[in-house]
């Protein structure tokens, strides 16, 4: 039972460039979510889904889109990368009363 | 403007001590509590919640305090072990547990052996 998988762990980009970070749950969850976490600062939430289809803002929204075609997946895309965007990311799902389960997180450094 | 602060970002207490984490808020909306804990390289792990129709919940060695009234709650770890040491994470959110979920900063315990 693998949880909440994200891919990569670690990544660094220039600034400018596009990546995906990838997120997949195997546990039939509706509701999966991107946080991002900064030193000092907690979690921010980026973006949140409730069901295949259909996704929304969180707090720090700008610079990212999601999408959630599958209930199994929810990527996040950043299209121009800039050095704000350095910070540990964060996906986590939820199906049931009680916690979030979170990934282990990708660490991506822009340069 | 955080609305969950954790005003001690770290906390040393020796093993077999009580350890005593706290977190304030500011939206008087919140209704659902919890701690996570959460290692380094590891994503967060949920540990503890609490509704606001209660004001204690416990899990073994863990029990969390809500003080509606002060806006506070406290998360109790009693005997501490040096496993413990983790960042604690205090969240809390407006409706059910399913709505999103604003985090404080955190606090960084160390349980000394």
Redesign the interface.
């Known amino acids: 039972n693998a949880g909440?998988t994200q891919t990569p762990k670690f990544r660094i980009l220039k600034i400018g460039q596009s990546m995906t970070l990838q997120c997949a749950q195997d546990m039939n969850h509706n509701?999966m979510?991107w946080?991002r976490q900064d030193p000092?600062?907690?979690?921010?939430?980026i973006y949140?889904s409730?069901g295949a289809g259909i996704t929304d803002k969180?707090e720090v929204p700008n610079g990212y889109n999601v999408s959630r075609s599958t209930t199994e997946d929810f990527p996040l895309r950043l299209e121009l990368a800039a050095p704000s965007q350095t910070s540990v990311y964060?996906c986590?799902s939820?199906g049931g009363?009680?916690?979030?389960?979170?990934?282990?997180?990708t660490r991506l450094t822009v340069v | 403007d955080?609305q969950?602060k954790?005003n001690s970002?770290s906390l040393s207490v020796q093993e077999g001590r009580i350890s005593i984490l706290n977190c304030d808020y500011t939206n008087s909306m919140f209704d659902y509590f919890?701690w996570?804990k959460k290692y380094p390289?590891?994503?967060?792990?949920?540990?503890i919640?609490i509704s606001s129709i209660k004001d204690k919940n416990e899990d073994g060695r863990f029990t969390v305090f809500l003080n509606k009234s002060a806006k506070h709650l406290s998360l109790h770890i009693v005997p501490s072990q040096p496993g413990d040491s983790a960042v604690y994470?205090c969240?809390a959110s407006a409706k059910t547990?399913?709505d999103?979920?604003?985090?404080?900063?955190?606090t960084s315990l160390s349980v000394i052996p």
């Open positions: 909440v509701y979510y946080y000092g600062m907690g979690l921010k939430l949140y409730v969180g964060f986590a939820q009363s009680g916690g979030y389960t979170f990934g282990s997180g | 955080q969950v954790q970002p919890l996570y390289a590891e994503g967060p792990t949920f540990l919640s994470f969240a547990s399913y999103k979920v604003i985090f404080g900063p955190g």
